[in-house]
């Protein structure tokens, strides 16, 4: 069975600064790994995924993700927010029958100013 | 960039009555699935859909509920008299194939069961 945690349901940071938002998970094969993005009132937007390979790959808009095996982490991060990535992140986690996710329960992500 | 589509993007409707929710997946998708994300709570798995059947459902997805994908193009998810407790965001999603593949994710309905 697969499933996800996400750390901290809201994260606020600076403009400018680093963004890093936890996720860990727990799976009985080799996971496949997502990070999503909603806007208000949108629907979930890819931002990045890890299947298998290379285990940092980089996203839309600037962010991207380690997959950690040892630590069964799939962490996010962006070196300098952005006000426009105000928006909450989902961490997604898949087995390779590829038949359905598992969500995270979410972070909000709030930038200041 | 093709996209899910999903209508209407509201829907308010009283306990008791049916409801369907529509989506049309991207046109050479394959796999289609419906999850639902009750306000301010996670993202939840209902039913997954391929060749012309269900190939997996949660427990959430019971006899209330069910799929059709009527003319090969829309992808419905009927709820057949619905409660309170079936208010929620539905989101309809589909990938092209599997294992590597991604789900793309429609806007959402948000269904209000008064």
């Known amino acids: 069975a697969q499933s996800v945690t996400q750390l901290g349901s809201h994260v606020s940071v600076s403009e400018g600064a680093l963004v890093l938002l936890r996720c860990n998970y727990s799976s009985s094969v080799p996971p496949y790994l997502f990070w999503y993005v909603q806007y208000p009132n949108q629907g979930l937007q890819l931002l990045l995924k890890?299947?298998?390979?290379?285990?940092l790959v980089k996203g839309i808009n600037g962010f991207e993700a380690e997959f950690k095996k040892s630590e069964t982490s799939f962490h996010l991060t962006k070196p300098s927010a952005h006000m426009s990535d105000a928006a909450e992140y989902f961490c997604a986690v898949s087995d390779q029958r590829f038949n359905k996710f598992y969500f995270g329960s979410g972070t909000k992500l709030n930038v200041k100013p | 960039e093709p996209e899910v589509t999903q209508t209407p993007s509201h829907q308010v409707t009283q306990m008791g009555q049916e409801v369907i929710l529509r989506c049309v997946p991207i046109s050479n998708h394959l796999y289609f699935y419906w999850y639902r994300q009750i306000l301010g709570q996670k993202v939840e798995f209902l039913v997954s859909?391929?060749?012309?059947?269900?190939?997996?459902k949660s427990e959430i997805f019971d006899d209330q509920f069910s799929v059709e994908r009527p003319d090969g193009s829309n992808f419905t998810l009927k709820i057949r008299s619905t409660k309170l407790e079936d208010s929620a965001m539905y989101f309809c999603?589909?990938?092209?194939?599997?294992?590597?593949?991604?789900?793309?994710f429609g806007n959402g309905t948000r269904l209000t069961v008064t």
């Open positions: 999603a589909s990938s092209p194939d599997r294992p590597n593949s991604p789900l793309h």
């Open positions: 859909f391929y060749n012309n059947e269900i190939s997996e």
């Open positions: 890890y299947t298998t390979g290379a285990t």
